[in-house]
């Protein structure tokens, strides 16, 4: 069974500023519309945190190959 995932690094700065601003974020790129989080890791040497994503947009791939990494870029909304 073949799947069709990608992976978001959130570095920690940016996930505390993402919950402590006040400010409510959007996507801007990288993360479709109706994309499911299926899952979620942190690397224990950089800390940062992957969260795995699936969208029948994305190609698809062996389940035992590293997800490629999705480019995001976020805004916020004021």
């Known amino acids: ?3 069709r995932l990608k992976r ?3 570095s920690p700065e940016a996930l505390i500023k993402f919950m402590t601003t006040g400010m409510a974020w ?3 790129k990288g993360i479709p519309k109706g ?3 299926k899952g979620f890791t ?3 040497q950089t800390q940062i945190l992957y969260l795995f ?3 029948s947009s994305f190609e698809e791939q062996d389940p ?3 997800a490629p990494l999705l480019s995001t870029e976020f ?3 004021l």
Do not use: S
């Open 64 to 66: 035992y190959q590293l």
């Open 75 to 77: 805004e916020q909304i």
């Open 1 to 3: 069974m073949r799947v």
């Open 26 to 28: 959007r996507t801007i």
């Open 42 to 44: 942190t690397d224990p």
């Open 8 to 10: 978001v690094g959130i």
């Open 35 to 37: 994309a499911k989080l």
């Open 53 to 55: 994503v699936e969208h």
